[in-house]
């Protein structure tokens, strides 16, 4: 069991940065893939950016260029770096966690509850 609490959401302007932050507990720090996804309301969730155990990233075409997937093992966080925000960036955040080859299709077990960026 792994549980994933998200932090650092908010209301900003376009063009504002964001760093939103995962901590996970209950399993050995970065021994799994971890992501982030957003979503806005009942819309599919969108993979953002997603590392894997030895720090290789992934990138959604919305994200790439922008944001900035890193991890920390001493911290044992995940941040998410959010540069350039931009309206279409509204959404819910989530965390996630999985095992097996690391990209947006992984088989994400775990889910945060989400933190809100909005971006007016």
């Known amino acids: 069991q792994v549980q994933l609490v998200e932090s650092g959401g908010g209301s900003v302007q376009a063009g504002e940065s964001l760093r939103l932050s995962c901590v996970p507990s209950g399993h050995t720090f970065g021994s799994y893939c971890m992501a982030w996804f957003r979503q806005v309301g009942e819309r599919e969730r969108e993979g953002v950016a997603a590392?894997?155990?030895?720090?290789?990233?992934t990138y959604g075409d919305s994200s790439r260029g922008r944001f900035t997937i890193s991890k920390d093992s001493a911290r044992e966080t995940l941040y998410l770096d959010m540069n350039n925000l931009k309206p279409e960036d509204t959404a819910t955040y989530f965390c996630?966690?999985?095992?097996?080859?690391?990209?947006?299709?992984?088989?994400?077990?775990?889910w945060g509850q989400g933190t809100q960026v909005t971006v007016s």
């Open positions: 590392i894997a155990k030895d720090g290789r990233t």
């Open positions: 996630a966690v999985g095992w097996g080859y690391c990209d947006f299709g992984t088989d994400f077990q775990y």
